[in-house]
């Protein structure tokens, strides 16, 4: 069936380090995927998505490229800020747009100054 | 434009007792979902509405949970009896159409002892 299999946290570092967070997936068809994003006391928010092989999204300085030769879209960032402390969860969607959502466990991040 | 909100924050209620969940999705969205996260394990699809109709509801675990969207605006998840496992955070997204970006509410939190 449709999963995403994602980085276990939680992940601890320094502020201005390199960010990566692993995710592969396994889904029929020709997925959607997506990292969302939830800050403290907040719903969930789109942070990227990329909807075809070898595409790349990217916002707010974090990017993932969509491998389908690797199955994986993981999600990085050159240089992370305290304010990226969130938990950061990798979704699919195997209709060609965000219908049933799958989700992996998620990922607590918090940065340290 | 106000964002999905999901009434109560947080439920305590005891086993065997009854809780409802409200959702009011972004105006003009007719699709809307709920989905749930069960301590550290992934969020998982419960439904799907469209409008008034259920259009996928194949994350129900069981008939002890029942949803509904009265005229196609808000939305309510009934939990009843609810049991221990039943414990974890509810979230809600809405979205204008069944392949656009699924905008997230701050979620509910239930605790069942």
């Known amino acids: 069936g449709d999963s995403v299999t994602q980085m276990e946290g939680p992940v601890t570092l320094s502020e201005e380090a390199f960010l990566t967070i692993n995710c592969t997936y396994t889904?029929?068809?020709?997925?959607?995927l997506f990292w969302y994003v939830q800050y403290p006391g907040e719903g969930l928010q789109l942070l990227l998505k990329a909807t075809k092989a070898d595409d790349k999204g990217s916002n707010k300085g974090f990017e993932a490229t969509y491998r389908k030769e690797t199955t994986s879209f993981h999600l990085e960032k050159g240089s992370v800020q305290v304010s990226d402390s969130a938990v950061y969860f990798c979704a699919l969607s195997v209709e060609s747009g965000a219908n049933n959502l799958f989700f992996g466990t998620g990922t607590r991040l918090t940065v340290i100054p | 434009e106000a964002g999905v909100t999901q009434f109560p924050s947080h439920s305590v209620i005891e086993k065997g007792q009854t809780v409802t969940l409200r959702c009011d999705p972004i105006s003009g969205h007719d699709n809307l979902y709920w989905y749930r996260r069960v301590m550290g394990k992934e969020i998982k699809f419960l439904l799907h509405f469209v409008k008034e109709s259920k259009q996928d509801e194949s994350g129900m675990p069981n008939n002890r949970f029942l949803a509904e969207r009265t005229g196609g605006t808000y939305s309510t998840l009934k939990v009843q009896p609810a049991e221990l496992e039943d414990s974890g955070v509810y979230f809600c997204?809405?979205?204008?159409?069944?392949?656009?970006?699924?905008?997230f509410g701050p979620g509910t939190r239930l605790t069942v002892l």
């Open positions: 997204a809405s979205s204008r159409g069944g392949g656009d970006t699924q905008y």
């Open positions: 889904a029929t068809g020709y997925p959607s």
